[in-house]
């Protein structure tokens, strides 16, 4: 089965199966519910699900692009997900394998919270197409984008494998920290060199080491010019680095899905207007959050106090700086 179109072995064998939903085994033998890859009599690329029989749904809803049916069998529950213009397979399959990573976490064979999870999971992909194709991110959102980008390519890569990098890769996914790996967490802010280097902390949990240990990453990018004092650095768009990293995991389809996944969910899509903007990453420094780092956390503020946002100068936090050439991934702090 191609990774690239895991519905190809099914296409090859179907003029042996004229008239019937033709499928094969998508989920492996790991995970704990029964999806498939599925081809039906209109020929339409399908993506399915079997469980145990439940209730007929009173109402299935409706997608733009795709089509949603319910099938009753004698003794299981079908949800059937056909798409509508096969021009768009590639994203369909990233789809369906978000809605195999969404349900792996349900250890029972519970069919009503997997369909829901399901519907819930599309949803939010409609949401995400929605609301790229709209408009274009906000500065603001690109120059994080890029800065959790930079992160991922000049630190993850380095230390872990692709797969293993990706897996870190939290921040679009409403994380409360941008990376984690084992019991370390790592937020990225990213500034112009023309900022103030003052950076807003946006929760009590951001910070809030009880969970594990956290490192704050504080990256400088340069736009549209090289740094005087280095003119080798690279200088790339929010778009060119997108290409850059998809180049670097053009081998492994599953992983450069999952990575697509995350650029859809933080709301970017190809626009030639990420290549106005241009920007060389000018300087990077890691502090560890420790015991007496200015944090604000519910167990240091009054009970009253629900929610908070707070400013810190980076320029006054030098006591806590790991130097980049003491910094590991791979540092268990143990």
Known sequence: MSEINPWEDIENSFKEFKDKLNKKRASSLMHPH?????????????????????????????????????????????ILIALNDPGNRDIFRIICKDLLKATEIITKDNTKTII??????????????????????????????????????????????????????????????????????????????????????????????????????????????????????????????????????IDDINTLDQFESIIHEAGYIDNEAYNIDRYSLSKRRIFMIDEIFPILVKKNIHELIVAATYVLDINSLDKWEVTLENFSILDDGK
């Open 34 to 78: 029964n999806f498939f890859w599925a081809i039906n009599f209109q020929k339409s690329y399908c993506f399915l699900f079997e469980g145990k029989q439940i209730e007929e749904l009173d109402k299935l809803p409706k997608f733009e692009g795709f089509e949603i049916f319910q099938y009753q069998l004698k003794d299981t529950t079908q």
């Open 116 to 249: 829901d999870i399901m519907f819930k999971r599309l949803l939010r992909w409609q949401e995400v197409f929605k609301k790229s194709s709209n408009k274009i991110l906000s500065k603001e959102k690109q120059i994080g984008l890029i800065g959790e980008l930079f992160f991922l390519k000049d630190i993850m890569f380095k230390e872990l494998s692709i797969q293993a990098s990706m897996q870190t890769w939290q921040g679009p996914l409403e994380g409360e920290q941008d990376f984690a790996f084992k019991d370390n967490l790592y937020e990225v802010k990213t500034q112009l060199s023309s900022s103030d280097h003052k950076i807003k902390i946006s929760s009590l949990e951001q910070l809030n080491n009880e969970s594990g240990r956290i490192f704050l990453s504080h990256q400088i990018i340069t736009p549209n010019i090289e740094d005087a004092e280095d003119v080798d650095k690279d200088i790339v768009s929010l778009q060119e680095l997108i290409h850059e990293i998809r180049k670097i995991l």
